[in-house]
């Protein structure tokens, strides 16, 4: 079987899950999809995408890529593939590209899985993504590839139609630390932004104005152009939820444990966020970081005025 047909399958179609599969069908490939909800798979069909039952339907597809929320749930929604190739390998050169954002240390132990059902046919290849939803609808994401050099440079094709930053950062499993230390600039980042909000509206200072000054100087970022916005106006709709932002932390300390790398930045941001889920904020916004701080901001003085009557 021709392994370098333009033909995919997607497991996947949520905030980005969607609009990357819908950029592929733009870019000419033929997608078939899969998805626990019927519903993304309805607008996905009627953009001419194709949809299958069930993930072991996509066990011929040449390459099947997993938009999922974590290693966990790509594993439990692969189980059929792989119990089908247990049983038929499928063809030489067969790739599953997992673009989620998951523990370097899991997608390496996951790719020696996969290799063993398919008996060394299909090869697992981590391609995870930065840029957001907006980055997704427009197809300029940053994509960061574990890989080989013959795999990665047969994938690049598909990774050029979903992103415009697209690069290979070494073998299997360096895709996924290149994100967690994506993570790492944006969530801590984030929260020093939202940090800062607090302390200058409580100090009787227009946040938005401040940004303004601040994206003019050394401290004008990508982060601040973008969440800063959301920041200013308390707009924590969301366009990915915060508690992934604690998962992918988690992988930071991970990886850094691994080598004895100090991370402090990480290690606050990890507490922060562990912080924020606590207060029932997770599926809001990354920029509800500002309300979490908030909350404890209150809290501090709620304590402070109790022990000043106590």
């Known amino acids: 079987m021709e392994r370098d047909r333009k033909e995919a399958g997607f497991v996947g179609l949520g905030l980005m899950g969607a609009p ?61 593939l792989l119990a089908s190739w247990s049983a038929q390998p499928p063809a030489a050169g067969t790739a599953v590209v997992v673009m989620s954002s998951v523990s370097p240390a899991g997608v390496r132990e996951f790719g020696a899985r996969v290799a063993r059902a398919s008996g060394g046919n299909a090869v697992v290849v981590d391609a995870p993504v930065s840029g957001g939803t907006k980055g997704a609808v427009d197809g300029t994401l940053a994509i960061m590839a574990g890989a080989g050099d013959e795999d990665f440079r047969r994938l690049l094709p598909l990774f050029s139609a979903m992103g415009t930053t697209v690069r290979r950062l070494g073998p299997l499993g360096s895709g996924s630390l290149a994100k967690a230390c994506n993570q790492l600039i944006v969530g801590t980042t984030t929260a020093a932004l939202a940090e800062a909000a607090e302390l200058a509206e409580r100090s009787g200072m227009d946040v938005a104005a401040l940004y303004e000054v601040l994206a003019g100087g050394l401290a004008g970022s990508r982060v601040l152009e973008i969440v800063g916005p959301r920041l200013a106006a308390k707009d924590y709709a969301p366009t990915g939820p915060a508690k992934f932002m604690h998962k992918d932390l988690s992988f930071v300390l991970e990886s850094a444990a691994a080598v004895n790398a100090a991370v402090p930045m990480a290690g606050a941001g990890v507490e922060l966020y562990a912080e924020l889920k606590r207060q029932g904020l997770g599926d809001q916004d990354l920029a509800v970081v500002r309300l979490a701080i908030s909350n404890l901001s209150d809290h501090s003085i709620s304590a402070t005025t109790a022990a000043k009557t106590n």
Not at 23 to 46: I, Q
Not at 54 to 64: F, K, N
């Open 20 to 80: 990357m599969a819908a950029n592929l069908l733009k870019a000419g490939w033929a997608v078939s999809a899969w998805n626990r909800s019927p519903a993304a798979l309805d607008a996905f069909s009627a953009l001419g995408g194709g949809r299958v039952a069930a993930v072991e339907d996509l066990r011929d597809a040449p390459v099947i890529i997993f938009m999922l929320p974590d290693l966990s749930y790509i594993e439990d929604s692969a189980a059929g």
